[in-house]
C-alpha cells in the first residue's frame, strides 16, 4: 500500500472519530427537579421560587421581609457547567458569586465556595413536602437554616 493510501486511511479514520465525538450528546444532568416551585416559611418571612429554564438551568430568586418591608433579595440560578452543577448568586442584584457542587443526590445539593467571606456553604435538601436551606462557613459553623414549605400551605 502506497504512503499516500495510507495517509488517506488514517485521515479518514480520524474524521470519523471526531464526528462520533461531536454527535454523542452530553450526559444529562442529574435532576434538581426536586427545587422546583414556590416555598415560604411558616411564619411569611422569606419566600423562594425556583423554575427550570433548561434540563441543566434552573432560575430562582429569594425575598426576606422584616416587619412588612423587604429586608434582603437574591436572584440564583443552578447551571450545569463541564458535566457538574454550580451555583450561581446574586445579593441584591450584585454577582455573580459562583459555587461548585461538592454533593448532588435526588434530594440534596451541597455548593462550596470557599473564597467567599459568607456563606462559603449552602445546601438544599427535599425532606418529604418541605425544603431545607442552610448556608454557613465552610465547616458548617456559624449556619443558618430555613425550612420551607410550598406556598399557600
Known sequence: MSRFVSLVLAAACLAACITEAQDTP?????????????????????????????????????????KGDLAFFEQMRFQHVDGNWQFAAYPRGVGPTLFDAVEVSDLKIVVENPDNDFPQRIVYERVENTLAAQISLLDGSNATDWLFGACGD
Open 26 to 66: 452530553e450526559a444529562t444532568p442529574p435532576a434538581l427537579g426536586w427545587i422546583e416551585g414556590c416555598w415560604e416559611t411558616q411564619d411569611g418571612t422569606s419566600y423562594e421560587h425556583w423554575a427550570r429554564g433548561h434540563e441543566s438551568l434552573i432560575f430562582g430568586f429569594n425575598t426576606l421581609t422584616n
